[in-house]
């Protein structure tokens, strides 16, 4: 089982930028192995919601609030995940975990529900000031 380890969270003020990475304790391609995997965060009260994915055949999907702002990429040995956060607003503030999963199909991040996951980092922080 795929473990995650999410990490490059922090306090920056509006505007600024940040990258996440969430290190997996296997590829999460190769070997007939492939996992969707995915960016949540989560604000105080509210439910996990969906910020970027990649699917499991490498399509890419944001939602509309960070679309032109955030970036999600994979390193070529498919066993880190970035989040790349530019131009970050206070409305962003919120705690941010990474997520996979090797049973996802024809999903976009829109449509992917945390339930959807089963394998989950431990999150990291991120606050934006004004």
């Known amino acids: 089982l795929v473990q995650l380890v999410d990490s490059g969270g922090g306090s920056v003020q509006s505007g600024g930028s940040l990258v996440l990475s969430c290190v997996a304790s296997e590829p999460t391609h190769g070997s007939g192995r492939r996992y969707a995997v995915a960016w949540f965060r989560q604000f105080p009260g509210k439910e996990r919601e969906g910020v970027a994915a990649?699917?499991?055949?490498?399509?890419?999907s944001y939602a509309d609030s960070v679309k032109g702002r955030f970036t999600i990429s994979q390193d070529n040995a498919k066993t880190t995940l970035y989040l790349q956060m530019n131009s970050l607003r206070p409305e962003d503030t919120g705690m941010y975990y990474c997520a996979a999963d090797s049973a996802l199909i024809g999903y976009t991040i829109t449509e992917m529900r945390p339930s959807m996951f089963a394998h989950w980092g431990q999150g990291t922080q991120v606050t934006v000031s004004s």
């Open positions: 990649i699917d499991r055949d490498g399509n890419v």
